[in-house]
């Protein structure tokens, strides 16, 4: 082993041989051995190399497509949908950054509103009961069915 750097010319050689003997990614074959290859050779394993580049890409892209059908099925499984109606009674959820929100024994609900339109996306136009406070547009997940 080489104790100083002033011996670095030493280990050249060593270092030149494992360099010119690793195969490299972007090539695919060592150096020794393109210098060994013709060039007609060479372009031809070089293309079979970029059609099963293709063929790979189909393929890592297929189960892409198989994974993600598999976790939406598995997530779909543990989903209740809730359908809200025009006319019913909900109640709204209280945010902690809204300013009803105020320390852990205030309360978690506020309302009874009435839904007045149900609009796409899974929003909810709600009014409260007198029609009094218009205007107000939530989340269907922010609201529960308020029954009497």
């Not at 060039?39 to 297929?62: G, M, N, S």
Request: glycine residues 6%; hydrophobic residues 40%; contains cysteine.
């Amino acid at each position: 082993m080489v104790q100083s750097t002033r011996q670095w010319h030493e280990k050249l050689p060593f270092a030149l041989i494992g360099y010119r003997t690793t195969v490299r990614t972007s090539i695919g074959a060592t150096p020794y051995l393109l210098a060994e290859i013709e060039d007609t050779e060479w372009v031809k394993t070089r293309l079979e190399q970029l059609t099963l580049i293709d063929e790979k890409r189909l393929t890592a892209v297929c189960f892409g497509q198989l994974y993600q059908q598999r976790m939406a099925r598995a997530y779909n499984k543990k989903v209740h949908p809730r359908h809200f109606e025009v006319g019913q009674l909900v109640l709204k959820h209280i945010l902690p950054n809204q300013e009803e929100g105020k320390g852990k024994f205030a309360p978690n609900w506020q309302g009874s509103y009435l839904i007045k339109e149900v609009l796409s996306k899974g929003a909810l136009h709600l009014t409260d009961v007198e029609e009094k406070i218009t205007g107000i547009i939530v989340n269907a997940d922010a609201v529960k069915r308020y029954y009497i």
